[in-house]
């Protein structure tokens, strides 16, 4: 069985913002798999099915970002599963352009709270996870007034692309090699503008 998390703030008023790609594109690999994120566990939304043949939960924790390593630990416990091997994480990254994508099979937090929770709870750092670029934040701004803000309408074609390249990406690591998949997604996607 493999978790697949997406990251994000719970309640309308975070609702397609910046910090919720990771929940976004939850939201695109569920309709694509047919999976309801209706059920309330691990403080969390979540949904059981099959991708690519693979046992499958999608979650949404509702804890808020910076909390969110309290419910994925949570529900590897709760099915025992390996995090190194079995749980990916879908998130934003403002160091990445609108857009593009970065598959990595580990690292630091990089200055992401999710990330740095979700760390402190599994206690390693290996595990898989895909980045979702929102854009760096413009000079001046506060850093959680950016990635608390919506895109423009001009970015959001853009970044419904990447909610779904990001959704494909993790329905092709649940059956192909992690390293044959970052090769085809971690390339510079042509930005619209």
């Known amino acids: 069985m493999y978790i697949i998390a997406g990251l994000g703030n719970p309640g309308l008023k975070y609702a397609h913002t910046r910090h919720n790609a990771g929940f976004e594109a939850a939201e695109r690999l569920a309709g694509k798999y047919g999976i309801s994120i209706n059920t309330k566990k691990f403080q969390a939304l979540c949904g059981t099915g099959a991708i690519e043949g693979q046992k499958v939960l999608l979650l949404k924790p509702q804890t808020y970002m910076n909390l969110s390593g309290e419910s994925i630990r949570a529900a590897c416990d709760f099915y025992k599963i390996d995090p190194e091997e079995e749980l990916i994480v879908l998130y934003d990254d403002i160091s990445l352009d609108p857009g593009q994508l970065r598959v990595r099979k580990k690292g630091s ?28 934040k413009p000079q001046g701004y506060d850093l959680a007034d950016f990635v608390l803000s919506r895109f423009d309408k001009e970015a959001q074609d853009q970044m419904e692309e990447a909610f779904k390249r990001a959704a494909d990406a993790a329905a092709r690591l649940l059956t192909e090699d992690p390293e044959r998949v970052m090769n085809e997604f971690n390339v510079k996607t042509k930005t619209t503008s």
Request: aromatic share 4%; charged share 15%.
């Open 109 to 136: 937090a990089g200055g992401h709270n999710g990330i740095k929770s979700i760390i402190a709870h599994l206690g390693t750092q290996n595990f898989l996870r895909i980045k979702i670029g929102v854009g760096e």
